[in-house]
Antibody
Framework: EVQLVESGGALVQPGGSLRLSCAAS????????MHWVRQAPGMGLVWVAR????????SYAGSVVGRFTISRDNAKNTLFLEMNSLSAEDTAIYYC???????????????????WGKGTTVSVSS | SYVLTQPPSVSVAPGQTARISCGGD??????VHWYQQKPGQAPLLVFF???VRPSGIPERFSGSNSGNTATMTISRVEVGDEADYYC?????????????FGGGTKLTVL
C-alpha cells in the first residue's frame, strides 16, 4: 500500500524550531518529487515547499523562504521539513504529498499531488 | 502572483447537480487539478489535467476548463460528497514558482 506518514508536530514557542518527518512506503520514494503543504485551523491549503527526487533542487513559498528547509533521505525513504523562527502564523496541520506529473499537448508539463499523508500538527504559542 | 478564486460555499440537494468554479487569469491555458477534503481527513485527488479521474473516483465527477474559469461538476450529488474542494495549478512565471491552491469551496448537501 502506498503510504505517507508524517511525524514531529508539537507545541513550540514563538521563535522556536521544529523538524518534521514524513516516512514513505509502498513506492520507490527516490523516483518522486515531494511536497509539504500546510493548513491553518479552519483555513485552506497552502503550499510550503517542494524537493526534487534526488534532493538536488528545492523551491519554497515566499512566506517561508529563509526560515524553512526541505530535505530528504532516499536511503531511509524519508522527507523532512526543518522549520526555524516559528511564529503563530505557522500554526497548521502539515501534510507531505507525492508529486506526479504529465504532459498536455497544448500546455506542456503539469504537476499535481496524488498521494497525501494524514498530516502532523504544529502549534506555535507561548 | 497568480490567484485562483473559488466561491466559499455551494449548496445543493441530494440527487441534484453541483458546480464548483475556479477562476483565474487565462486559466484555460493551464492544467487544473482538484482535491476533495472531508472533515478531519487529508486531501484526496479528484481530477488532474482538468478532467482526468484517478481510479476510484466516480464518473459522477467531471471537470472542464476554458477561458478564465475551470469547473468541477458533480452529478447526482450524494450526502457523502459533502466536503471542501480545492483547485490547484502550477505557476511557473512568478518570482517563487510553485503550487497555487484556490481558497476552497465548501459543498453542503442539504
Amino acid at each position: 500500500e502506498v503510504q505517507l506518514v508524517e511525524s514531529g508536530g508539537a507545541l513550540v514557542q514563538p521563535g522556536g524550531s521544529l523538524r518534521l518527518s514524513c516516512a514513505a512506503s509502498g513506492f520507490t520514494f527516490s523516483n518522486y518529487w515531494m511536497h509539504w503543504v500546510r493548513q491553518a485551523p479552519g483555513m485552506g491549503l497552502v503550499w510550503v515547499a517542494r524537493i526534487q527526487s534526488d534532493g538536488g533542487a528545492t523551491s519554497y513559498a515566499g512566506s517561508v523562504v529563509g526560515r524553512f528547509t526541505i530535505s530528504r533521505d532516499n536511503a531511509k525513504n524519508t522527507l523532512f521539513l526543518e522549520m526555524n523562527s516559528l511564529s503563530a502564523e505557522d500554526t497548521a496541520i502539515y501534510y507531505c504529498a507525492r508529486e506526479s506529473s504529465g504532459w498536455n499537448l497544448r500546455r506542456g508539463y503539469y504537476y499535481y499531488m496524488d498521494v497525501w499523508g494524514k498530516g502532523t500538527t504544529v502549534s506555535v504559542s507561548s | 502572483s497568480y490567484v485562483l478564486t473559488q466561491p466559499p460555499s455551494v449548496s445543493v440537494a441530494p440527487g441534484q447537480t453541483a458546480r464548483i468554479s475556479c477562476g483565474g487569469d487565462n486559466i484555460g491555458s493551464k492544467s487544473v487539478h482538484w482535491y476533495q477534503q472531508k472533515p478531519g481527513q487529508a486531501p484526496l485527488l479528484v481530477f488532474f489535467d482538468d478532467y482526468v479521474r484517478p481510479s476510484g473516483i466516480p464518473e459522477r465527477f467531471s471537470g472542464s476548463n476554458s477561458g478564465n474559469t475551470a469547473t468541477m461538476t458533480i452529478s447526482r450529488v450524494e450526502v457523502g460528497d459533502e466536503a471542501d474542494y480545492y483547485c490547484q495549478v502550477w505557476e511557473s512565471t512568478s518570482d517563487h514558482p510553485g503550487v497555487i491552491f484556490g481558497g476552497g469551496t465548501k459543498l453542503t448537501v442539504l
